[in-house]
């Protein structure tokens, strides 16, 4: 199968469930009726597919971080309720597949079309692409920082390479996967970063219970550190971090993965999705901050100073985690693009359409690797984001979408929903300047391509 591929016809069929997709080509708005390939993945595949995309290192390792900008009362509150809120607002967004029977919505741009027409079209657009290419931007420094930490732990020069060496060195092997056809044929690999996200989680555990044995943490105090104003930016970066720990910008591409009934097996497949992500997240968050305190790293992994092979073992799980989930956010921008260049009258491996799939993944890859390399600040990166990407996509458009189609009868219900996206709009505005706070504060307190 190609990425928008020539088999997504009109479809003409009477009774038959039409498919709503974004192929109809160059210079029209996106949206028309086409013939989406049946599902085929089952309930424990969107969960792989869930799991690799909200519960990165990239999301969960910066979580004890933002606990020191908040202390213990805020950081467990905010982390409990966003934790709640995600899981509701995914079950929301999934149970919009049908609304509009028989069609199938079969990418959150073209959910936000039919509700909203074109406004909701373009701005989840939008949203999406910072989304995605914000998140690329922030694994691919993580992936960096790992393979960096495992090259100096082991090599006997260890000045040899930098960051950016690693930072390049990933953007190859993300090249070589971007010329898998979809998510649905990268199955495996997200099952198997499922997998590293647990390894990472034990791994880091027993990082800080290592620590706590040896005092490497000896004399950490959990008072938040700095004047007002540090303290302000930072419990506002804070609010970003956490949002984007739960970030989630492509739910309903991969709910038209699933075989029918697709909104069931999505119910189930989030269930479990989050029943790993709760456990992962409360753990390191919690056991993070309470091991080191305000001194805790932005990256939790670079906090602790021994054994080397758990360390190493840690940073293994990261880098093979991340390779998946920066798969699943780059496929937006990929399909988009495509569509704009390919000839999808010729075959879609012809000399014509291969060279363009390589043009276009190759162009992402080199202009999302030169950004991660210029400005590897992390955590800034998580915090700016999560405010202005992943809120709006996961905490507040599915609710307002929510209370369009559904308009639901019952008060209470409606003030929850409408408290929910008043509260996460001021967390997207906090969260935002809290971030651009701390990024013109790194840029000024470091060069551009700093060997971080």
């Not at 269930?271 to 001194?295: C, D, E, K, Q």
Request: a neutral charge.
């Amino acid at each position: 199968m190609q990425r928008g591929s020539n088999m997504d016809k009109v479809s003409s069929i009477e009774g038959e469930k039409k498919f709503k997709g974004d192929v109809d080509g160059p210079g029209s708005l996106p949206g028309s009726l086409v013939k989406h390939p049946e599902g085929r993945g089952t309930w424990p595949i969107s969960a792989f597919h869930l799991a690799t995309t909200i519960a990165t290192p990239a999301a969960f390792a910066p979580l004890p971080y933002a606990m020191s900008q908040l202390g213990w009362i805020g950081g467990v509150v905010t982390l409990l309720v966003g934790t709640a809120v995600t899981y509701y607002c995914t079950l929301l967004l999934a149970s919009l597949w049908d609304w509009d029977e028989p069609n199938r919505y079969v990418r959150y741009r073209d959910l936000g079309r039919s509700i909203y027409g074109a406004k909701g079209y373009w701005s989840v657009l939008a949203f999406q692409q910072i989304a995605s290419i914000g998140n690329n931007i922030t694994i691919q420094i993580v992936a960096g920082l790992s393979m960096k930490s495992i090259y100096t732990t082991y090599s006997s020069n260890p000045s040899g390479m930098t960051l950016q060496h690693f930072i390049i060195l990933f953007g190859v092997v993300e090249l070589f996967l971007s010329q898998f056809p979809d998510i649905h044929s990268l199955r495996f690999l997200n099952a198997l970063c499922t997998g590293c996200t647990i390894g990472f989680s034990v791994s880091v555990v027993a990082l800080c219970a290592h620590a706590l044995r040896n005092g490497d943490a000896d004399g950490s105090s959990y008072d938040i550190v700095g004047s007002p104003s540090d303290k302000t930016f930072g419990i506002f970066a804070a609010l970003g971090t956490i949002a984007f720990s739960f970030g989630d910008a492509m739910l309903p591409e991969i709910q038209a993965t699933l075989r029918e009934p697709a909104k069931l097996n999505m119910y189930k497949g989030s269930t479990l999705a989050y029943t790993v992500i709760a456990v992962s997240y409360w753990t390191v968050a919690f056991m993070g901050y309470a091991v080191f305190g305000n001194t805790v790293n932005p990256y939790l992994v670079n906090s602790f100073f021994g054994p080397d092979w758990l360390i190493t073992l840690a940073n293994i799980f990261a880098i093979i985690q991340v390779l998946g989930c920066y798969q699943i956010y780059c496929r937006p921008t990929y399909l988009y693009v495509e569509q704009q260049v390919m000839d999808y009258n010729k075959h879609p491996w012809s000399l014509q359409n291969a060279l363009a799939r390589v043009g276009v993944t190759a162009t992402y890859i080199v202009v999302i690797t030169v950004i991660a390399a210029a400005v590897p600040f992390f955590g800034d990166f998580v915090a700016l984001c999560g405010a202005i990407g992943f809120t709006p996509l996961d905490f507040i458009i599915p609710v307002i979408a929510f209370l369009k189609v559904r308009n639901p009868k019952n008060p209470l219900v409606k003030l929850i929903n409408v408290a929910i996206v008043v509260v996460y709009s001021i967390v997207a505005i906090l969260g935002a300047i809290g971030a651009i706070q701390f990024i013109h504060h790194d840029t000024n307190r470091y060069q551009f391509f700093a060997n971080l």
